[in-house]
DNA sequence: ATTGCCTATGCAACTCGGTGCATAGCAGGA
DNA sequence: TCCTGCTATGCACCGAGTTGCATAGGCAAT
């Protein structure tokens, strides 16, 4: 879980409430680390009776009263010493490749919308990286080790979202491909690819194709 | 959620045990969708009851009996209305983005064994799609239906592969010069690009790169 | 002989994370 | 005037997912 220590770079970055760590989660950090408010709030109260950070309540005019977080020294080196820990490996959730493998059992046809949808998702998120990229990093000589840093995260969620974008072409090409060679399956829900339910014929995939995604 | 739909496809791949499932789930669909056993063994009861698989107990020798599920009409329908669902955005969880912020604030030659021991990792990934690649699809103008789909499915795993590893080499190289350029900070803990706790000086950072990872 | 691993299934307890809802003052538009 | 939306924090509940443990026979190696 590593949560806090996401909620320790933001506030190492900059102090704030919960409910401006929030919307950072909305915008920045939340690309590749999401928390709903609920779960900061939460994670906030424990961070603080173990001491990782310090409170301050801020009266304020017209709106209600906060309380800014500011990260302390245990804070710190609590994300120094999880800087030294292994890397776990990344729990993979990718449904689009789980319904990839899917329409194998139904019509191409039908995941054709969603995949269309999806790469626009990721095409506009392309853009704008790109343009972020473009303000924040226009001279990347003259960086401090900080900006350095984010620079180097932004071109990894650049080069992600290219492969991404060229991968969902190559999809939809493939899936349009199999939608036009049977057009009698077109219009048919499930069962068209074995004779009825229970095994499918050609089943060699379990130890060959099925080992490798 | 989308474990029954995964769980769903490897069955109409091939039916099997729910200790074969786990297995899978280790191998060829983990790869995309991550499940230990004790999550298999609940879900595939719950759709059992719901009618989407079906059970038939098999007597073994020399190993206990075990029960091989397939999947059933019902299971194929969900399926298919699953398949025309909107995509849910994916949740992101990219612990190794947050590190890479989070070593702004200690030393940067910290993060640089674990980096080199995923990158390692990644590359052994990447050979091991190549291989499978050769060895599955070795002609991929004579495939049918479903081993196109599997095809598709690798070729965004090397190519998510390939930009990984180069993603993390430019990390790496970014994460050297780093560590070259102040050697004063080697060798200590926390507290070095800041003066001490609390508010960072040139703290732009939250509105503009910040904004986009 | 004992140790450890593999097959095969399952219970119990827990954490993580998300949804829905509540409060409460203020601002702006229909 | 009412409705919506923003700031700001929080409770209660539920489902997903992990960890630890249990059982139980058979196999292989030390």
Redesign the pocket.
Known sequence: ???EHAILVSLLERPG???????RFDRSIGRFW??????I??????METDGWISVE??A??????????SAAPPGRAALAGWLREPVEPE?V?HELAVRIRAVAFDDPAALIPEVERHRDGHAALLARYLHGEQRDFPAPDALDARQRLQHVVLRGGIEYERMTLAWLDDVLATLHDLAGADVDGRSAGPARTGPAGGTDPADRTGGSAADTP
Chains 1, 2 share one sequence.
């Not at 409430?17 to 929030?22: M, N, R």
């Not at 999401?34 to 779960?39: D, F, G, K, L, S």
């Open positions: 879980m590593a949560l409430s919960g409910y401006e760590l929030a919307r999401t928390a709903t408010h609920q779960q709030y939460r994670v906030l109260r424990r309540e801020v304020q005019d017209g709106r209600p009263d906060k309380k800014v977080y729990t959730r």
